[in-house]
Every structure is written in structure tokens, then in C-alpha cells.
């Protein structure tokens, strides 16, 4: 019965482990998608193997463990490598193209089908 | 008319389509993030290479007036052929001469400064490549000039030193004292 409990309890052990492992790594993986690996470009941090991306992944790991949450993650990103290391960018005068075009053309062509609608 | 407009309104599309994408050729695709005096951290802890201490960047950048870190590697082609420009750098006494050995057997790192010289003022390890994103570098090599006193970076090259940037890093120590 001792050892019953006591093989029980190993495994409880274990498997509660590799679970809380398994969730940090996911978060790794998760950040990591959202960030462009800047020597590689045209992948994501998680998709490439380059040496830079995968010191970026333990740093993003170590960061987690410091117990840093992903706000603070992308921001310490961004002050070292600038906005340009995550793939969602912010609003300011270099982007606000890029934001408000796809608003200008949806109404644009709202318009247009509008127009051809009335006329029929 | 009708016709016509469209005509123009096409042929207009495509040429600006057209010096868009010229203007494009024309631009580096290397990216390089704006520098800034607060993006370096100076309390990043490395161990050394010829001894087990930790040390931090404050400590290592506390003599003369300026540092320059230089991010190298033992398998890394391109340090051998920049490694004569940093004994030439060196040999001006003015620079604080820091190497980071990124991601290297140690036995490899102390052949390679045993083979070639060694500029440095002190040698620091990054077996991980974490102090390297740590400083925002991207690999290697990648050389940093800092200013000792202000603790802001005057200059930083990634890739590595040719000619030209020994002349412009001369300039700027020149200039800057």
C-alpha cells in the first residue's frame, strides 16, 4: 500500500511538472510568433532556428521565469531592437498609412457600390 | 472620356507603382534600430573568460575615456579578418577594448586570442547569446563605441570593421575628446 502511494505520489510529481513546463514553453512559443527575427527576416523569432532566434528564445524564457509578464517582454524587446521587432505595429506618423488605408479604401469602395446600386 | 481617364488613371498607377518600387531598390534591407543612450543596460552580468568571477558592464567600462565592445566568435569568419584592426585600435591606447565571446568552447576562444593577439582589455563569455540581446546586437561581429563618462553609445557597426569604420571610429575618438 506504501508503495503504491509513494509510486502514485512520483507521478503526481512528474506529470505536474511537465505540465507547468509545457505551459511555460507554450508561452515562449506564443511570444515568440510575434516577434520578427531580425537577422531572418521574413520568419518569426519561433520559426527559425538562426542563433539569434534561439538566444531570443531563451532570453524570452528567462524573462518568464523572472516572472515578467508579455507586456513588459515586448516593451524590453522594443527598447533594444525598436518597433520594427514585432510584427503588430504601432500607431504613429510611419504607420498611420498602413493603419488608415485599408479604412480609406473600404469606404471608398462603399461608395462606389453605393453609386452603381442607385443608379440601377 | 470616359475611356480616356481610365487610360490615365492606369498608366499614373503604374508609374508611380514604378518609382515606388525603384525608390525600394535602392534602400539597405539591413535594419538598424535607432541608437540610444538608455537602450544599454549596464548592470548585464557575464562571467569572464580566464576566470569563473561575474562581473557586470559598469565594472568592465570603468577605465578611460571610451569602451568599445566587440561581440566575437572563434568560428566566426569574419572576426579573424576584423581581429587586425582591433590590435591596430587597441595599439592607440585610448580605447577600452571589451570582447564578448559569443556562443564558444572556451578552448576554441583562448586558441583563437593565443593564435592572433589579443586586444582586449578583458574577455567576457555568452554561452547563451542572451547578454548579446541583452546589449541589442544581432550576432556576430558587432562592435559598440561607448562613451565612458556620458555611458551613451557614440557609434555601432554591425559586421565587421573594414578600413572605413577604423577610420571613422579614429575620427570619432579624435573629435569627441
Not at chain 1, 502511494?5 to 511570444?31: C, H, R
Not at chain 1, 527575427?37 to 539569434?52: A, R
Not at chain 2, 555601432?156 to 579624435?174: C, H
Request: proline share 3%.
Amino acid at each position: 500500500m506504501k508503495i503504491k502511494i509513494l509510486v502514485l505520489t512520483i507521478f503526481y510529481l512528474i506529470g505536474s511538472f511537465n505540465l507547468s513546463y509545457a505551459a511555460n514553453s507554450k508561452k515562449v512559443d506564443q511570444i515568440s510568433k510575434n516577434l520578427r527575427c531580425l537577422i531572418c527576416q521574413g520568419q518569426s523569432v519561433y520559426d527559425s532556428q538562426s542563433d539569434f532566434a534561439l538566444s531570443m528564445k531563451i532570453l524570452i524564457q528567462n524573462k518568464i521565469d523572472e516572472g515578467k509578464n508579455d507586456e513588459q517582454i515586448y516593451d524590453f524587446l522594443k527598447s533594444k531592437y525598436g518597433e520594427w521587432i514585432v510584427y503588430d505595429p504601432e500607431i504613429n506618423k510611419n504607420t498611420v498609412l498602413l493603419w488608415v488605408l485599408p479604412l480609406i479604401l473600404f469606404v471608398f469602395g462603399g461608395i462606389l457600390i453605393l453609386r452603381k446600386v442607385s443608379i440601377k | 472620356m470616359v475611356k480616356n481617364i481610365k487610360l490615365i488613371a492606369v498608366v499614373f498607377l503604374v508609374i508611380v507603382s514604378f518609382f515606388i518600387l525603384l525608390k525600394g531598390l535602392n534602400k539597405t534591407n539591413n535594419y538598424s534600430p535607432n541608437l540610444n543612450s538608455s537602450n544599454i543596460d549596464f548592470n548585464f552580468k557575464a562571467k569572464f573568460l580566464y576566470s569563473n568571477e561575474e562581473t557586470t558592464l559598469y565594472e568592465l567600462i570603468n577605465d578611460k575615456d571610451f569602451s568599445l565592445i566587440n561581440i566575437w566568435a572563434s568560428w566566426c569568419l569574419p572576426c579573424r579578418d576584423e581581429h587586425p584592426y582591433l590590435l591596430n585600435l587597441n595599439s592607440l591606447g585610448k580605447l577600452n577594448i571589451i570582447g564578448i565571446n559569443y556562443k564558444d568552447s572556451e578552448v576554441n576562444a583562448k586558441k583563437f586570442i593565443k593564435e592572433l593577439g589579443n586586444p582586449y582589455s578583458k574577455i567576457v563569455v555568452d554561452p547563451s547569446g542572451v547578454n548579446s540581446i541583452e546589449l541589442g546586437a544581432y550576432g556576430v561581429p558587432e562592435t559598440i563605441l561607448i562613451n565612458n563618462n556620458s555611458k551613451t553609445i557614440l557609434k555601432k557597426y554591425i559586421g565587421p570593421l573594414d578600413d572605413k569604420k577604423l577610420a571613422e571610429l579614429k575620427i570619432i575618438i579624435k573629435n569627441e575628446n
